[in-house]
């Protein structure tokens, strides 16, 4: 890489972007915003999500119970979710315990996810996608170590994680 940077005729601004938390997030598309000269819509973006995060924050404010939820970022080994998405949690209203907020994903063992028993599992591997409707890729990953966890009994599963939304909808059916 930094021979191809030293060949090139006007070094390029290299912007890194590594986000750790919400806050980083919005820091990245301002920073973004600034490099590409769409300042404005990067403003209007950042306060368009934060806006809406205020307004989650209010409705999960009012619940007297946040369910203990498990996000799964990886299968094997098994990964609970790191940098943001356990604050992604936090502003669901949900209680992440195996998670590392503002930290790397980190690997646990089937024993700490079975004693935390968790009642919402998010599973949102970055390799790992399900198709809209198809129910036969859900149950390719239903394996028997996944039953012993309440969060995969019955017919009520959680797909993929790409919001504090949907981490709502998934831990607060009643606020959908």
Known sequence: MSQV??????????????????????????DLGAAT?????ATTLI???EARLEALTA????AS?????F?????????????????????????DELGSERGESVRVSWKDIVEWAPEVLIMHA??????????????????????????TRGSQWSRLCSGC???LRASRPESS
């Open 59 to 62: 409705t999960v404010a009012k």
């Open 47 to 49: 306060q368009t999500c």
């Open 71 to 95: 996000c799964m970022e990886w299968l094997d080994p098994v990964y609970a979710s790191g940098h943001w998405v356990p604050e992604l949690v936090k502003f669901a209203g949900g209680v």
């Open 126 to 151: 970055v390799w790992f996608q399900l198709a809209a409707n198809d129910e036969t890729d859900l149950e390719r990953v239903q394996f028997t170590c996944f039953r012993l966890l309440q969060a």
């Open 5 to 30: 940077l030293r060949a090139l005729p006007k070094a390029p601004e290299i912007l890194w972007l590594t986000p750790q938390s919400v806050s980083e997030i919005f820091e990245n598309v301002r």
């Open 165 to 167: 939304q949907l981490i």
């Open 37 to 41: 000269g769409k300042s404005i819509e």
């Open 65 to 69: 119970y946040r369910p203990r939820v």
